[in-house]
């Protein structure tokens, strides 16, 4: 079963096409590593599944839920970190986590969870406006994951951290689907980051769809076309190159 499912989703911004007619495929209980360059259209993309901007042709669906019909319900069902979070910079992180948890109803206890998951328990009274890019990408992570929502749609979220923090955010990533019982969307432009948390990657390039399967296809689909295979990020960067190199020829 599929989570989430679009069928030739479509934005366009006057004559720029942001998102050219993809068909996305994120089975249920996976973490789906969305993958390509800055300004290929993943973040567009997120922001039509939250119903932050609205897609101009095509139509997708969340756990089955169509949109806009069921918009409300589909927004119930997702935690999301999308672009740099916005946080009130005069309270503290667990002050913040607070006003999530209000809107949401939850208990209590919940931000305590969210901030031991992400690592930030020592720093919940510091300010938000003190906290490091890093420490502000933990707290993005921690609104998202509070209330251990059945869906996450995480647009790089591990901008700004040091190795250390991506390796922890990226096994945190990694174990969410068995923990919570979940399903993982996240962004990256990536493949050697996304290689070590996902089990299908989708590929996109200039708003179009190159590649979605798994890691092992994606190998397998190197070997046929002729691309370098011993490193799948050698793979990756011919696959956007020759795409770049036809989209020349069309012009």
Same mark, same amino acid.
């Given at each position: 079963?599929?989570?989430? $499912?679009?069928?030739?989703?479509?934005?366009?911004?006057?004559?720029?096409?942001? !998102?050219?007619?993809?068909?996305?495929?994120?089975?249920?209980?996976? #973490?789906?590593?969305?993958? *390509?360059?800055?300004?290929?259209?993943?973040?567009?993309?997120?922001?039509?599944?939250?119903?932050?901007?609205?897609?101009?042709?095509?139509?997708?669906?969340?756990?089955?839920?169509?949109?806009?019909? @069921?918009? =409300?319900?589909?927004?119930?069902?997702? *935690?999301?970190?999308?672009?740099?979070?916005?946080?009130?910079?005069?309270?503290?992180?667990? $002050?913040?986590?607070?006003?999530?948890?209000?809107?949401?109803?939850?208990?209590?206890?919940? !931000? @305590?969870?969210?901030?031991?998951? #992400? *690592?930030?328990?020592?720093?919940?009274?510091?300010?938000?406006?003190?906290?490091?890019? *890093?420490?502000?990408?933990?707290?993005?992570?921690?609104?998202?994951?509070?209330?251990?929502?059945?869906?996450?749609?995480?647009?790089?979220?591990?901008?700004?951290?040091?190795?250390?923090?991506?390796?922890?955010?990226?096994?945190?990533?990694?174990?969410?689907?068995?923990?919570?019982?979940?399903? #993982?969307?996240?962004?990256?432009?990536?493949?050697? $980051?996304?290689?070590?948390?996902?089990? @299908? !990657?989708?590929?996109?390039?200039?708003?179009?769809?190159?590649?979605?399967?798994?890691?092992?296809?994606?190998?397998?689909?190197?070997? =046929?076309?002729?691309?370098?295979? $011993?490193?799948?990020?050698?793979?990756?960067?011919?696959?956007?190159?020759? @795409?770049?190199?036809?989209?020349?020829?069309?012009?």
């Amino acid at each position: 079963m599929n989570m989430i $499912e679009t069928n030739k989703l479509t934005k366009t911004y006057g004559d720029f096409k942001a !998102v050219a007619g993809i068909n996305l495929h994120v089975r249920k209980g996976s #973490v789906y590593g969305f993958l *390509g360059p800055n300004g290929a259209g993943k973040s567009t993309t997120m922001k039509m599944f939250l119903g932050l901007t609205k897609q101009s042709k095509g139509t997708f669906t969340i756990d089955g839920k169509s949109y806009p019909q @069921d918009r =409300q319900a589909i927004l119930r069902e997702i *935690g999301s970190f999308i672009e740099a979070p916005a946080f009130y910079g005069n309270l503290s992180g667990e $002050e913040n986590l607070h006003i999530i948890r209000k809107i949401l109803s939850l208990p209590k206890s919940s !931000v @305590d969870d969210a901030l031991e998951l #992400v *690592g930030l328990t020592e720093h919940r009274k510091r300010l938000a406006r003190k906290y490091s890019l *890093g420490m502000k990408q933990r707290l993005g992570l921690a609104g998202a994951l509070i209330g251990k929502p059945p869906i996450l749609i995480l647009d790089e979220p591990t901008n700004g951290l040091d190795p250390v923090g991506i390796h922890e955010i990226r096994t945190l990533i990694r174990n969410l689907p068995k923990q919570f019982d979940c399903t #993982v969307l996240v962004s990256s432009h990536l493949l050697p $980051e996304v290689e070590l948390m996902a089990d @299908d !990657v989708g590929i996109i390039n200039h708003g179009r769809l190159l590649f979605e399967g798994s890691l092992a296809d994606l190998k397998q689909d190197a070997v =046929q076309k002729g691309y370098s295979h $011993e490193h799948l990020e050698d793979t990756f960067l011919a696959m956007i190159d020759e @795409d770049n190199q036809q989209r020349g020829r069309r012009r």
